[in-house]
């Protein structure tokens, strides 16, 4: 399994820029962001699937120790990024309460 990558190339770039210089924020790439986060999860979970399913083929003695290692660095480095933006989500959601109104 591989961690999920988002590839943006100049022309997506460009469409987005236009997107939000129109106002419509929601229709950058077609998705909005609960669709984008939950497809990011669900990548955060297969990768995680993936080591185990490696780890688990390594006690049988069938696997590479060096794929293990790769798999298991993704895995954690996948829940690392996910932690990182939900830490980042909840901060803003709090700065958004502590605002006057």
């Known amino acids: ?5 988002f590839t943006v190339r100049p022309s997506d770039a460009a469409q987005a820029y236009r997107s939000v210089d129109a106002g419509n924020f929601g229709a ?15 990548g955060v979970i297969d990768t ?11 006690i049988a003695g069938n696997a590479d120790i060096t794929e293990v290692v790769t798999a298991v ?12 933006i939900r830490d980042r989500v909840v901060q803003a959601y709090q700065d958004i309460m502590r605002m006057p109104i």
């Not at 995680?48 to 390594?58: C, P």
């Not at 660095?73 to 990182?84: F, H, I, P, Y």
């Open 48 to 58: 995680a699937r993936g080591a185990e399913a490696q780890s688990m083929q390594a």
């Open 28 to 42: 950058v790439a077609g998705t909005g962001f609960s669709e984008a986060m939950q497809h990011a999860v669900s």
């Open 1 to 5: 399994m591989a961690i999920p990558v």
């Open 73 to 84: 660095a993704k895995a954690e480095l996948a829940m690392q990024t996910t932690m990182a």
